[in-house]
């Protein structure tokens, strides 16, 4: 795992230290070594997190003939098997490293070669012969890769701050992906919440021909035929023995590696997985909030499951009092803001858990394409309000809106009317509706609402044959997934220089799953249902009886108390947020929290973390001189 940096640029108007301000912005990403190199019009940066082929795996790497030249982060878990096939083609290896796998298959297949890979990966590699820039991101995101270009220079780079203190963009607010932001809390590719900067999105490629202009292309495919006339129990066999396997070609390391652990089944499935397939207790971390009880407090819950399954369990905890240093500390690692209140946790427990290990295993990426949330009940619902009439969606908002804390009566109001399936996926997924960002923002949204339902419907188009259950479901592991919680796993974890791999996105396992009609997935009032079915062939029974329960936060009370008042200071007037958004308007949605009334926390927690961004990037950057 490392940080890597490319700038295109014919006419050498970037600075000769444009490339080394990279390396060092991207430092933190790769501590093990770095590593500049200038080919013609191009220069490359990268910093080394050193996993496998410790030794002799250093970046960057060059074909025979020395046409192609490649710099990688991420892990390339089938490598063994590509090497070989790449090898009786005739080409030559010149080190153990699991990259240099996609430098061959580059050569062999072109652009293609992203197809042969079942791994996470951002690279950047220069073709000389074709003279072109090739950049990529792996097929669930993630790893994540930004770029710019002014219509002459290309650059790209791991983390929006290598493109920052490069000198080639300023941070400046997008206000269209603020309005995406404050509807998802998050900002969904191709924007960022910084204005010209671009996040290339999953099972992308970036393309630039020198002297031409850089075109985005996608290789995500749909899912193929869905299984016929298998039984829930020869499915769930099956699930639990791929998760397996994934579990088990992700242990690969030359490294130290654990897992996070949580309270609930998810990650305790994943080290189960370990703990079968190693000769050694799985090294397990968690993180807890003391005072808060079992359900947020997860340290027992969590130290009970490694017991039972018999790991090296460590523990940490984290108090209100220090939620705020933490995550000041967070958000300029962040980058993006993706309301996510777990991130400033999940940053401590990465700095823990770097002190014993350098790669870490956790349980994320199981309920988007299994079923876990409860907006994946509400798509239970779409069949029968789609016969609804339209005129009934605004009554019934305001219905919604006046019972206290009807998370659920506002999710199913959301699904009438809208313009299409789409529209209604969309807002199962939106933490506010037009009215409050209208208000917070001062009256813009149209074109971006317009731009999230055309992402939502590109997406859609690879389903569009499938029912709605399952289009949610793809909707949240293609488009949602990739740029909230996959980009604050990497981000946190990373700011730690600690690697963090998602077994339950592997990609040959995510083929089996996607193939699984989405009723044998998810059933009324069952989310997850054959997925728990799987992993309690896993997992001691104490264990996989439990509810879900991820990593979560007491944020929602300590938004009605302290947290609460700092909003609403941070947002007042003549504060630097207050040009952002309207003051009278975060007021009113602080007020309605502390009442009980409202249910705001998501919305108010995306606020928090905004004006930590705001100070990070606009208020206390000093520019770099171009």
Same mark, same amino acid.
């Given at each position: 795992m490392c940080g890597i940096g490319a700038i295109l640029d014919p006419a050498g108007t970037s600075g000769q230290d444009a490339a080394e301000r990279m390396v060092e912005a991207l430092r933190h990403r790769g501590p093990d070594g770095d590593a500049l190199r200038r080919i013609g019009p191009l220069a490359l940066a990268h910093t080394r997190l050193a996993i496998i082929d410790v030794a002799g795996g250093d970046q960057p790497l060059d074909s025979e003939d020395g046409a192609v030249t490649l710099?990688?982060?991420?892990?390339?878990?089938?490598? +063994?098997?590509?090497?070989?096939?790449?090898?009786?083609?005739?080409? +030559?290896?010149? =080190?153990?490293?699991?990259?240099?796998?996609?430098?061959?298959?580059?050569?062999?297949?072109?652009?293609?070669?992203?197809?042969?890979?079942?791994?996470?990966? !951002?690279?950047?590699?220069? %073709?000389?012969?074709?003279?072109?820039?090739? *950049?990529? $991101?792996?097929?669930?995101?993630?790893?994540?890769?930004?770029?710019?270009?002014?219509?002459? $220079?290309?650059?790209? !780079?791991?983390?929006? /701050?290598?493109?920052?203190?490069?000198?080639?963009?300023?941070?400046?607010? %997008? $206000?269209?992906?603020?309005?995406?932001?404050?509807?998802?809390?998050?900002?969904?590719?191709?924007?960022?919440?910084?204005?010209?900067?671009?996040?290339?999105?999953? !099972?992308?490629?970036?393309?630039?021909?020198e002297g031409g202009a850089p075109r985005v292309e996608t290789w995500r495919a749909p899912p193929d035929e869905p299984f016929h006339g298998l039984s829930s129990d020869t499915l769930a066999d099956q699930l639990a023995e791929r998760l397996s396997d994934a579990v088990e070609r992700q242990m690969m390391s030359d490294v130290p590696y654990g897992a996070f652990l949580s309270g609930g089944a998810d990650s305790a499935a994943v080290v189960a997985a370990m703990a079968a397939r190693s000769h050694r207790p799985p090294? =397990?971390?968690?993180?807890?909030?003391?005072?808060?009880?079992?359900?947020?407090?997860?340290?027992?819950?969590?130290?009970?499951?490694? /017991?039972?399954?018999?790991? %090296?369990?460590?523990?940490? &905890?984290?108090?209100? #009092?220090?939620?705020?240093?933490?995550?000041?500390?967070?958000?300029?690692?962040?980058?993006?803001?993706?309301?996510?209140?777990?991130?400033?946790?999940?940053?401590?427990?990465?700095?823990?858990? #770097?002190?014993?290990?350098?790669?870490?295993?956790?349980?994320?990426?199981?309920?988007?394409?299994?079923?876990?949330?409860?907006?994946?009940? &509400?798509?239970?619902?779409?069949?029968? @309000?789609?016969? #609804?009439?339209?005129?009934?969606?605004?009554? *019934?908002?305001?219905?919604?809106?006046?019972?206290?804390?009807? *998370?659920?009566? +506002?999710?199913?109001?959301?699904?009438?009317?809208? $313009?299409?399936?789409?529209?209604?996926?969309?807002? @199962?997924?939106?933490? =506010?509706?037009?009215?409050?960002?209208?208000?917070?923002?001062?009256?813009?949204?149209?074109?971006?609402?317009?731009?999230?339902?055309?992402?939502? +419907?590109?997406?859609?188009?690879?389903?569009?044959?499938?029912?709605?259950?399952?289009? !949610?479901?793809?909707?949240? =592991?293609?488009?949602?997934?990739?740029?909230?919680?996959?980009?604050?796993?990497?981000?946190?974890?990373?700011?730690?220089?600690?690697?963090?791999?998602v077994p339950f996105l592997d990609i040959e396992l995510m083929r089996f799953v996607e193939r699984i009609p989405a009723w044998a997935r998810v059933r009324p009032r069952a989310g997850k249902r054959l997925h728990r079915r799987a992993i309690e062939r896993l997992l001691p029974a104490p264990v996989a009886r439990r509810p879900k329960h991820g990593f979560s936060t007491p944020y929602d009370d300590w938004l009605r108390a302290s947290l609460g008042e700092e909003v609403e200071r941070r947002y007042s007037p003549g504060q630097p947020l207050s040009s952002v958004l309207k003051p009278e308007a975060v007021a009113q949605l602080v007020a309605e929290h502390r009442r009980g009334r409202f249910d705001h926390k998501s919305v108010l927690y995306c606020l928090l973390e905004l004006s930590e961004w705001h100070h990070a990037f606009l208020e206390a950057r000093e520019p770099v001189p171009a």
């Open positions: 710099i990688a982060n991420g892990e390339i878990y089938n490598h +063994r098997s590509l090497r070989a096939r790449l090898e009786a083609r005739g080409h +030559r290896f010149a =080190t153990g490293s699991d990259c240099e796998a996609i430098l061959h298959a580059y050569e062999e297949s072109g652009l293609g070669c992203v197809r042969e890979l079942n791994g996470i990966f !951002a690279f950047a590699l220069w %073709d000389d012969r074709r003279r072109r820039l090739v *950049a990529a $991101r792996d097929e669930f995101g993630v790893k994540p890769l930004y770029w710019w270009s002014d219509g002459r $220079r290309v650059a790209v !780079a791991s983390e929006v /701050r290598a493109l920052l203190e490069a000198g080639v963009v300023s941070a400046e607010v %997008d $206000r269209t992906a603020l309005d995406h932001y404050l509807a998802c809390r998050f900002v969904p590719a191709p924007r960022t919440l910084f204005k010209g900067v671009n996040k290339l999105p999953a !099972a992308s490629l970036l393309v630039v021909e090294t =397990t971390f968690t993180i807890g909030f003391p005072g808060h009880g079992g359900l947020l407090d997860e340290r027992a819950p969590a130290a009970e499951s490694a /017991r039972l399954i018999g790991t %090296d369990h460590h523990e940490t &905890a984290i108090r209100e #009092a220090g939620f705020l240093s933490e995550l000041a500390r967070a958000v300029p690692h962040l980058e993006e803001p993706c309301g996510i209140p777990s991130a400033p946790p999940l940053g401590q427990l990465a700095r823990f858990a #770097a002190e014993r290990v350098k790669v870490v295993l956790a349980g994320q990426g199981a309920d988007e394409p299994h079923g876990g949330y409860g907006r994946h009940q &509400a798509a239970t619902l779409l069949g029968a @309000l789609r016969v #609804a009439p339209a005129g009934l969606a605004s009554p *019934a908002a305001s219905v919604a809106r006046a019972l206290p804390r009807a *998370a659920r009566a +506002r999710r199913a109001a959301h699904l009438i009317g809208g $313009r299409g399936d789409a529209g209604r996926l969309l807002r @199962l997924v939106e933490i =506010t509706d037009a009215p409050v960002r209208s208000a917070l923002l001062g009256g813009e949204g149209a074109a971006a609402q317009e731009e999230r339902l055309g992402l939502a +419907r590109g997406v859609l188009g690879d389903v569009s044959g499938r029912g709605l259950l399952e289009q !949610a479901l793809y909707l949240d =592991t293609r488009m949602f997934l990739p740029d909230g919680i996959l980009i604050c796993n990497d981000k946190m974890s990373m700011a730690a220089s600690l690697e963090l791999r």
